[in-house]
């Protein structure tokens, strides 16, 4: 009986973790969708849980909405620095994390739109792509690999392209997204101040395989 109850609370937080992520992406998909005003009770319905489950969890559809755009966030952010560990060169880092987000607008196209839905929390937010951007660009500062006087300001840059590639990239489907995310990330690699030439081959390294991988 003593091992019953100890086991009990475990399954109870699967449960509720697996609400909660029910909730998260129900919230995703009508963030995604440009949805922001949906009911609360069309949430509950989308992610199949109860109206009360809901206020277990959350106090406010805002507070549901900022909890899901803060999972895209660090969802991308972990799969960048897994796609990332081991280059040792910042600019080599940094072009890499910038190539495989504009490839990531097509392969998660809903995980994207709601960063895109999002783009000034998405600029300045402590989680997620900002933040890997901003350290990326102080450590090549540091290397002598780039040249900006104020990595904030640089980042606001970068992520001001960064959302407004995945744009074009879901507005023009003709486009090829590897050939226009490695021509924005080539030029944005020049503003930071890497020589034209490193820039070019920069971009033209190979990257990771991202069949199968998802943020």
Known sequence: MAQQTRHAPNRLERRKARTRCALVRAAQAFIAAGKPNVPILELTQAADVGMGSFYNHFDSREQLFQAAVEDALDRYGALLDELTVGLDDPAHVFAQSFRLTGRLHRRSPELSKVLLNNGLALAGSEKGLAPRARRDIEDGVRAGRFSVRDPELATVIVAGAALCLGQLLHDHPERDDATTTDQVTEDVLRMLGLPP?????????????????RP
């Open 197 to 213: 030439d490193e820039a070019h081959e920069v971009c033209r390294r190979p990257l990771p395989e991202l069949d199968g991988r």
